[in-house]
């Protein structure tokens, strides 16, 4: 993909984000805009600097593999933290990306949107898929993602014998955008579910009452094909 002429042409668009208006952005836009930049820039770091390998590598690349987006540099810790989670701390983050004289701030979302997670792709094999997203069905098309991320058992299992609901480390790191509690939790992946045997189960466990909440492991390993 390197060699790959079509990738040396999107290498030319990219530097032409910096003449993004991004101040005249809807929230629609926002996310559908911000999403797509996040998962093409990951895939531009993988092709220019290889997949990080261990934590401190990818804490690197997280914080500071960037755009320069609109006049202002966007790491992928500040796309997805500053400005997709309305400015939160992040993963091993002490702080908010975005101070409060921070011209970037006006960027951010006001909120937190957790629909967000199942569609940035960190390039892990563990990450939901890359899909291309649009600011006119940026809400149906995140709630489908969603939808199909916890149909895979790799991100929700539901076992009824021990009264166990197994989920992706995603709902344990950012568990403050999906309500801050299990049951939050366990409520918000029902209310996300589609209609499936999954559910059912989820919602015979939940009846029962005292849940136990876990989570699955989480495969790091790269899902890039050179």
Same mark, same amino acid.
């Given at each position: 993909m390197s060699v790959d002429p079509a990738f040396e042409r999107y290498c030319e668009l990219a530097i032409q984000l910096q003449r993004v208006e991004l101040l005249s952005l809807s929230r629609e836009e926002k996310l559908a805009f911000f999403i797509n930049i996040y998962n093409a820039l990951v895939i531009h770091g993988y092709m220019r600097l290889g997949a990080p390998t261990n934590m401190w590598q990818r804490y690197k690349f997280f914080n500071y593999v960037s755009y320069l987006i609109g006049g202002e540099?966007?790491? @992928? +810790? $500040?796309?997805? %933290?500053?400005?997709?989670?309305?400015?939160?701390?992040?993963?091993? +983050?002490l702080r908010k990306p975005?101070?409060?004289?921070?011209?970037?701030? +006006?960027?951010?979302?006001? $909120? *937190? !949107?957790?629909?967000?997670h199942f569609a940035l792709n960190c390039g892990a094999k563990g990450c939901p898929p890359i899909k291309t997203y649009t600011p006119q069905?940026?809400?149906?098309?995140? @709630?489908? *993602?969603? !939808? *199909?991320? @916890? !149909? %895979?058992d790799d991100a929700c299992v539901v076992d009824s014998g021990k009264n166990e609901v197994r989920l992706s480390q995603i709902f344990k790191w950012y568990k403050a955008d999906f309500g801050g509690t299990d049951e939050k939790l366990l409520r918000w992946? @029902?209310?996300h579910m589609s209609d499936s045997p999954k559910k059912t189960s989820l919602q015979d466990v939940l009846s029962a009452g005292k849940t136990k909440v876990s989570f699955l492991p989480y495969d790091w390993s790269s899902n890039s094909a050179h």
């Open positions: 540099v966007f790491t @992928l +810790q $500040d796309i997805e %933290n500053g400005v997709l989670r309305g400015n939160r701390k992040g993963i091993a +983050q975005f101070s409060k004289t921070d011209p970037r701030l +006006q960027v951010a979302l006001p $909120d *937190a !949107e957790p629909l967000i069905g940026i809400d149906s098309q995140l @709630l489908t *993602a969603a !939808e *199909a991320f @916890l !149909e %895979n992946v @029902l209310d």
